[in-house]
């Protein structure tokens, strides 16, 4: 069974903001919330990841509930090369990712 | 470049033959893990190694395909008497940590058609 549950798709306007959300509720204590994008045809692209403090880089924020349960990234600014299919991953059974089919964002101009 | 590379990154076969992907990890990285991506779905997780140690393989499709990694640096992934339902992306991660905090970064893939 799929751990995340992600919207299959969504529609942003280019320099809007996306807020894409993932629903974790069966997450352990000691479990990362991780994000990753797949541009189409290439390998998967590292975003961000954390625990239980929101985290901030120069690609994207990540906001994780109190309860841990659920989250979302946020692209602050999309641009059109934003468009791709978004992986919120919290099951790693051993050292296996677990991807699910993940949102495909559309960045709309 | 110093991020993971794979060849070739095209590999059109015929049903039978037998095919070999290398993958590059980034230096010193001493995890490497190898998925496949069908159409439409997520990358779906196939094997690890910590070092040159393969201590992952249960999740291998069958015993068609084998990976090694024998000296700990670049790894390759081996299917043989191929077939169609192996036509896919073959993707390699590594990961310089170990533990329940761990980000793999990916190649970009090696894609087999299998005709």
């Known amino acids: 069974d799929a751990k995340t549950t992600q919207p299959p798709s969504m529609d942003c306007a280019e320099g809007r903001a996306a807020n894409l959300p993932c629903n974790h509720s069966?997450?352990?204590?000691?479990?990362?919330v991780y994000w990753y994008r797949q541009i189409h045809s290439q390998g998967p692209q590292y975003i961000i990841h954390?625990?239980?403090n929101n985290e901030t880089n120069e690609m994207a924020s990540l906001i994780i509930t109190e309860d841990r349960k659920s989250s979302t990234l946020i692209l602050p600014h999309a641009t059109l090369r934003d468009t791709a299919v978004y992986y919120c991953?919290?099951?790693?059974?051993?050292?296996?990712?677990?991807f699910g089919t993940g949102t495909s964002l559309t960045v709309i101009p | 470049d110093t991020g993971v590379s794979q060849n070739p990154r095209h590999k059109i076969t015929k049903r039978g033959q037998n095919v070999t992907f290398r993958c590059d990890p980034i230096?010193?990285?001493?995890?490497l893990y190898w998925y496949r991506q069908t159409l439409g779905q997520g990358p779906e997780f196939l094997t690890y190694?910590?070092?040159?140690?393969?201590?992952?393989k249960s999740r291998l499709l069958s015993d068609r395909f084998s990976a090694e990694r024998p000296k700990g640096s670049f790894s390759t992934l081996e299917i043989q008497r191929t077939e169609q339902g192996d036509s896919a992306m073959y993707l390699c991660?590594?990961?310089?940590?170990?533990?329940?905090?761990?980000?793999?970064?990916f190649g970009p893939g090696t894609r087999l058609l299998v005709l």
């Open positions: 991660a590594s990961s310089p940590q170990t533990g329940v905090k761990e980000t793999q970064y």
């Open positions: 069966t997450i352990s204590g000691n479990e990362y």
């Open positions: 954390g625990l239980k």
């Open positions: 991953i919290a099951l790693r059974t051993g050292n296996q990712f677990y």
């Open positions: 230096s010193e990285h001493n995890r």
């Open positions: 190694f910590q070092n040159e140690a393969q201590l992952e």
